[in-house]
């Protein structure tokens, strides 16, 4: 067995949720029978962007946003700092709708 220790979305679950409500996002947590963390922000205009974290690994989330097309953004942090990684995330997409 690996030492690298996958953890469960169960940790930062509460982190995610709250920052979702905070946006007024809808969370999405399956698709095609997989466990994801993933919202989609709509401009005014109606495009979307994508924003979702991976399953965290040595206490350690990877967060990602696009554009559906060719702008994207990563960020890998600890656990600790995601909610401001969240945060971040969103900010850039904003910046994407201009």
Known sequence: M???????????DPI???WAKSYNLTLYRQHQGEDIRSVDVI???GKKYQV???LP????AAIHAWDYNNQRRDWNV?????EQA???AVQTVKQWMV
């Open 86 to 88: 969240l945060n971040e």
């Open 78 to 82: 600890p656990v600790e700092q995601l």
């Open 16 to 18: 995610i949720s709250e």
């Open 43 to 45: 401009s005014s205009i």
């Open 57 to 60: 690994v040595d206490s350690k």
């Open 52 to 54: 979702w974290v991976d």
């Open 2 to 12: 690996s030492c690298a220790a996958t953890m469960s979305y169960q940790k930062i």
